[in-house]
C-alpha cells in the first residue's frame, strides 16, 4: 500500500500502523523527511518532498483567489505525480491512500495497476464545512470566504472516482452523505492519541479550571467565552489555548473579563501539563471533522463537552464521560460547564470514564485494526 499526503497530520501515525502489519511500501509526503518521521512516521518507508509544501504555502500567499486556486492545485499535483511515478515503477501496490486535492490523474494510475484509490477525509465535506462558518462569521458581522466553488468540484469529482472514503468520524459522514457521496463507498475509523505523549499524570486539578483548545470562530470560542461570562458567581476560569484568531481577540478585548485567560499557541508537553490540571476540556466547534486534543484531554483523564458538529463527539457517552451540545448556543454550554464542575467526585467519575474510552478505542493500533478492516473489506 501507499499513502500520499500534503503535510503529515495523522498520516504518519497511518504509515507506521500500517507498516507494522507489513502493509506499507511507502510513504509521500510535502513535508521534510526528518520532520515526518520525528511525527512517527516509518523512517524506512518515508519520502519527503518539501518543495511541494514550499510552492503550497507561497500559494497562500497569493492574493488573488483565482491564482491561489490553481497554485495550491500545481503544487499537490506535483506531490501527485511523484506518487505516479513509484506506481509506475511499482505496480503491485494494492491500495494508494491519498488525502484531498491530490488529483484524477493518481487516481487514474492507480486504477490502471488494479489499485483501490482510497481518500481520507479528515473534515466535513468542503461545502458544508463552508456553509456553517460563514453562518457562524455572519452572527459576528463578519464574511467567510472559504474554499472556492472550483477546488469543492475537483474534491467532488475525487469523491466519485474513489473507490473507498476513510473518515474520522460519523459528523464527517454525514456531511459526505448531504452532499450526495455514495454510502457504501464511506467508512468511519476515527483518529488515534499518543499516549506516549499524552496520559494522564495524576497531577492535581485547580478547581473550575475550563480548557479550550483553539482560539477561533470554528473551535466554538466565542461560544465558550459567552458560557464563562454566564457563570461569573462561580469559580469558573476559562483557560484558552492554540493560535488566536483576530476577530476573538478583539472580542474579547471590547468585553473584557477576568475569568477568561488567553495564552495563544504552547508546546505540545505544555498543552500536556495544562490538559493534567484542568478540571474540564471544551471542545464547542462550529464544525470539526474529529478533534484530536479532545482525544488528547480524555486521555489525560479529562471529561469533554464537544458539540454535535464536533467528530469527537462520538467517544462521548453523554452524561457519563462528558456532553454533547448543541453548537452555537453558550447558554446549554454554560449548564453543562456548572454541571460538571459543580461536583468533584461527579467530575472525576465522568474523567475517569473518559480516560477509559480513550484507553479502549483511542490508540493508533485500534485505529490501525478498523482502517486496514475497511481497507480489506
Known amino acids: ?36 518521521v520525528s511525527s512517527g512516521a516509518p523512517a524506512d518507508s518515508t519520502r519527503g518532498y518539501p518543495a511541494v509544501e514550499i510552492l503550497v504555502r507561497a500559494g497562500n500567499r497569493v492574493p488573488s483567489n483565482y491564482l491561489r486556486d490553481r497554485l495550491t492545485l500545481f503544487a499537490r499535483r506535483r506531490l501527485a505525480a511523484r506518487a505516479c511515478s513509484h506506481l509506475a515503477a511499482n505496480p503491485s501496490v494494492t491500495h494508494v491512500i491519498a488525502g484531498g486535492l491530490l488529483g484524477e490523474s493518481l487516481a487514474e494510475r492507480a486504477h490502471s495497476v488494479g489499485a483501490k484509490f482510497v481518500v481520507d477525509r479528515g473534515a466535513a465535506h468542503p461545502r458544508v464545512q463552508r456553509d ?11 464574511e467567510y470566504a472559504g474554499i472556492s466553488d472550483f477546488l469543492i468540484e475537483v474534491m467532488d469529482r475525487e469523491y466519485e472516482i474513489a473507490d473507498l472514503l476513510i473518515v474520522p468520524s460519523y459528523f464527517v459522514k ?22 506516549a505523549r499524552f496520559h494522564n499524570m495524576n497531577l492535581t486539578r485547580t478547581p473550575g479550571k475550563v480548557l479550550q483548545i483553539g482560539a477561533s470562530i470554528q473551535k466554538g470560542a466565542l461560544d465558550a467565552i459567552d458560557a464563562v461570562r454566564m457563570l461569573e458567581d462561580t469559580n469558573i476560569k476559562l483557560v484558552i489555548v492554540g493560535g488566536v484568531e483576530p476577530l476573538v481577540r478583539d472580542y474579547l478585548g ?28 471544551l471542545q464547542p466547534s462550529i464544525q470539526d471533522g474529529f478533534s484530536v486534543t479532545a482525544a488528547q484531554g480524555a486521555a489525560c483523564g479529562l471529561p469533554v463537552i464537544a458539540s454535535t458538529n464536533c467528530g469527537f463527539s462520538d467517544e462521548i457517552e453523554d452524561g457519563v464521560s462528558g456532553f454533547i451540545v448543541p453548537p452555537g448556543n453558550p447558554s446549554v454550554l454554560a449548564e453543562r460547564i456548572a454541571f460538571c464542575t459543580s461536583d468533584e467526585d461527579r467530575r472525576s467519575e465522568m474523567g475517569q470514564r473518559s480516560e477509559l474510552n480513550a484507553r479502549q478505542r483511542l490508540s493508533w493500533g485500534s485505529v490501525g485494526d478498523r482502517m486496514v478492516a475497511a481497507l480489506l473489506a
Open 1 to 36: 500500500m501507499m499513502a500520499v499526503s500534503k503535510g503529515i497530520f495523522s498520516f504518519s501515525h497511518i504509515a507506521t500502523e500500517l507498516k507494522h502489519r507489513d502493509l506499507l511500501d511507502v510513504f509521500l509526503t510535502s513535508y521534510p523527511r526528518r520532520r515526518a
Open 132 to 142: 456553517l462558518l460563514r453562518e457562524a462569521y455572519a452572527k459576528y458581522g463578519e
Open 254 to 281: 471590547a468585553r473584557p473579563t477576568a475569568r477568561v485567560d488567553l495564552r495563544g499557541p504552547i508546546s505540545r508537553e505544555r498543552l500536556s501539563l495544562e490538559m493534567n490540571t484542568a478540571s474540564i476540556l
Open 174 to 195: 454525514r456531511s459526505l452523505l448531504e452532499s450526495g457521496v455514495n454510502p457504501h463507498k464511506i467508512s468511519v475509523v476515527g483518529r488515534g492519541v499518543d499516549f
